[in-house]
């Protein structure tokens, strides 16, 4: 089956004033997948979303998504947004919002919506003027999903969510892109986007800097090996490995920081006494934060 | 209609409480007409007065005051009837867009699918209702509280209409000017100001300049002239004052839509 594409950006580029907000983007999500859209605080992300829901017009380039516009109806029909901050008018309960964006849709299916709210332990009945951010939260993400959108645009979801929500909220993801649903997800941490995301693009001061598999992220991250060795600690043997980053030394461990492949770390030790290999998970955060300083990884 | 459904819901309180008020102010107002009945030295006392400050009270050459027309026209709807109806409007008409794009309401609600033709048409919609609604209460308060106490004795019903229907028309066209620019600038502030800004200019320049003054031309392109000109209640209904409004108001209304769908939402 031909890939799809479900969002298509070309050139897309948005200017307020003398901000560059964003800069020729370029951009393609196909349908099915997790698309992680990561960077720092006013990089652009959320102007992105904006401009894909034609919130704002771009002042070059242009965007598609379902292979229409974002300002057609029809395609908002079959989209789901879930904006960083969730405004409403404080005094309508969560019942009053659904029923309402229930209408414009046509429709909502009571019984999923109900499943929603239990999922989200959320009282239906409370103004949303009254409810904690945590609540505010879970009232975005259930309006977002209530329609059972092909394609969800959900700017930093997962803030200011417990542990117990975050999961409750990635089970839901997963269960929508099971029935083939793709998610655009905005946020400004990685490991918001590591456990659901296939692919990852990351954007600096409104530029796309890279699309990278999250595989092929994670090869590229630095990974920290610990052997501990019968005889003494030399670091003398690692050094010029190639790979190798850093050594320390202490106590019968050597402690190696390694980049990319640890093929040639593993050959090495061959020739030592190794009595135990502790590794440590690979460190994302620090691939991701090379890209976000710009330093060319 | 869904978005304008749930202004109309959204507005109900207030709403109540603004025709509560209205039907307050007429209950007072028919109130206090037998004790100015027949006191022939009051319109007298009127007569002598400069002729700006007459019209500032409403006062109608050859209608006297203590006649029911001239009463209800100088203490109802030369001043307080239309000035409560039209900050109602005004306000209605400025959060209509401006309002609900400052509070940032209004993105997720165009996240669904609606155009922003949609939703800006039916809000207007729905805050033209709620001034018909207003102005209805009104009527309908003057019809069943007049009687008891007279005051619409030589007042023919279409008269009476007549005076509504101007004070709506007055209502709208400023109703209208707050919404236009709610929806242009997206700021519920800049439309109260403008709107309200037009409204007190018009009605000093209709009030303040006498014909003698040179520039009283001026008072021909106030609203408030249209409306003011005529005492409808004794004269019957102008169509100056009911028609030039709605044609000033659907240009507003369109030219505001027109800049909103074209520009970038705050």
Known sequence: ?297 | MIVAARLLRDRRRSTLWWTGGLLGLVAFTVAFYPSIRGQASFDQLVADLPEGFRAMIGYQGGVPLTSPPGYLHARLFATLAPVVVLVFGIGAGAQAIGGGEDAGTLEPLLANPVTRTRVATERYLAVVGLLLLLVAALAVALVVLGPPFGVLDGVALNGLLGACAGVFGIALLHTSLAFAVGAATGRRGPAVAVATTVAVAGYLVQSLLTLTDAMAPLRAVTPWHWYLDHNMLAEGPSAAAIILPVLVSLPLFLAGVAVFRRRDLH
Not at chain 1, 30 to 45: D, H, I, M, S, T
Not at chain 1, 62 to 84: F, K, M, W
Not at chain 1, 145 to 174: C, K, M, N, T, Y
């Open chain 1, 1 to 297: 089956m031909p890939s799809e594409s479900v969002i298509r950006t070309w050139g897309l580029t948005k200017h307020f004033g003398s901000v560059r907000a964003l800069e020729d983007l370029d951009l393609a999500v196909e349908r099915g997948e997790v698309f992680g859209y990561l960077g720092p605080n006013g990089a652009g992300k959320t102007t992105t979303i904006r401009l894909l829901l034609d919130f704002i017009r771009p002042t070059s380039g242009r965007a598609e998504l379902l292979g229409g516009s974002g300002a057609d109806p029809r395609v908002r029909a079959r989209v789901g947004y879930l904006p960083a901050d969730l405004h409403v008018d404080r005094r309508y309960t969560t019942t009053d919002l659904l029923d309402f964006y229930g209408r414009l849709r046509g429709g909502h299916d009571p019984r999923w919506v109900a499943t929603l709210l239990e999922r989200f332990d959320l009282d239906p009945t409370r103004p949303v003027g009254e409810l904690s951010t945590g609540n505010r939260r879970k009232v975005g993400i259930v309006q977002a999903v209530a329609h059972r959108p092909e394609l969800l645009l959900l700017d930093e979801p997962s803030s200011g969510l417990d542990p117990l929500l975050q999961h409750q909220f990635q089970l839901l993801i997963r269960e929508l892109v099971g029935e083939g649903a793709t998610v655009f997800l905005s946020s400004h941490v990685l490991p918001e986007v590591e456990v659901l995301a296939q692919r990852v693009a990351i954007l600096r001061a409104g530029r796309l800097v890279t699309v990278a598999g999250v595989q092929e992220l994670r090869r590229q991250a630095r990974q920290r090996i610990d052997l501990h060795l019968a005889g003494p600690a030399d670091p003398a043997a690692f050094l010029g490995v190639p790979g190798v980053v850093e050594v320390h030394a202490g106590d019968g461990t050597l402690q190696l920081v390694v980049e990319g492949s640890a093929d040639q770390v593993i050959k090495a030790a061959a020739r030592l006494e190794v009595v135990r290999v502790v590794t440590h998970e690979a460190d994302l955060e620090d691939v991701f934060l090379r890209y976000y300083q710009g330093e060319p990884a």
